[in-house]
Structures are given as C-alpha cells and as structure tokens.
C-alpha cells in the first residue's frame, strides 16, 4: 500500500510559506510518502494557494514522489491553459507527474470565470477529452 500527503494550502494558524511547503514535502519524503499531492480552487471562503503552482514550488524537494492533481479543474482553467501548467509541471518533475480532474463542486468558481454552473458536466468532458488530447499531442 502506498500513501500520499496533501500540501497545505490553506493558511492555517502556522501561516503559508514557501519554506513552510518546502519543509512540508521534505518530511512526507523522509516518512516514506510516495505520493505528494495538491488540489484545485479559484476562490474558496480562507485564503488558498494555487495547487499546481504548489507542487512546482517543491518538485526539488519531493524527492523522487510521485506529484498527483487530486483535482484540476480543466472547465475552469481552460483545456490549453491547464494542458500548459500541467505540460510543465510534468516536465519540470522528470515526468512524476500524475493528474487527477474534475468538474469541481463550487458554483463560485464556476461564476468566477463566467460559466454556468449547470453547464459543468457537458463541458468537463469536452475539457478533459481537449487537455488529454493535448498532453498527448506531438
């Protein structure tokens, strides 16, 4: 059985850092966790730290983890953009990068960007058939 930790972030009472991240991934490595993950949100009622930005910030440290997206929201973020984020991600990780997507569960991040909430299952699948054809893509 294998067994991932999820960065932190939220701020909680002992504040988000970079070296707060840092210290964060180097100790799930040196417990033996294999997987370090991160998840999405565009707004959320705390402060929140962009995931995919999060797991970048520590791919140095991650030593040898596997980086998962528990969720990326392709429908929010846009097939390219997150096809982008993720491309580099993945790229900057030595390919350790394992993503996970979702339609989300927040109307707000879906009236952040103009989309109707009603409209987030037709478009997850036309999101994530466009952002796995462009990861895959030549």
């Keep these: ?3 991932g930790a999820h960065l932190p972030l939220i701020e909680l009472d002992a504040g988000t850092s970079l070296a707060r991240l840092r210290a964060y991934a180097v100790t799930a490595a040196r417990l033996g966790y294999t ?3 991160a998840n999405d949100h565009l707004l959320f009622a705390r402060p929140w730290l962009d ?3 999060a797991l970048a910030a520590v791919v140095d440290r991650a030593e040898g983890m596997t980086l998962a997206t528990t969720v990326c ?3 929010i973020r846009g097939p390219v953009q997150a096809a982008k984020t993720l491309g580099a991600l993945d790229v900057l ?3 350790r990068l394992v993503i996970g997507v ?3 569960s927040s109307q707000r991040d879906y009236e952040a960007v103009g989309i109707p909430y009603e409209e987030r ?4 699948e036309e999101a994530t058939q466009a952002l796995h ?3 895959h893509s030549d």
């Design 35 to 37: 997987f370090l993950t």
């Design 51 to 53: 995931g995919p930005t």
């Design 93 to 95: 990780s030595g390919g």
């Design 121 to 124: 299952w037709p478009r997850f």
């Design 1 to 3: 059985m294998e067994y």
């Design 133 to 135: 054809a462009l990861l």
């Design 102 to 104: 979702a339609a989300g």
């Design 73 to 75: 929201l392709p429908v």
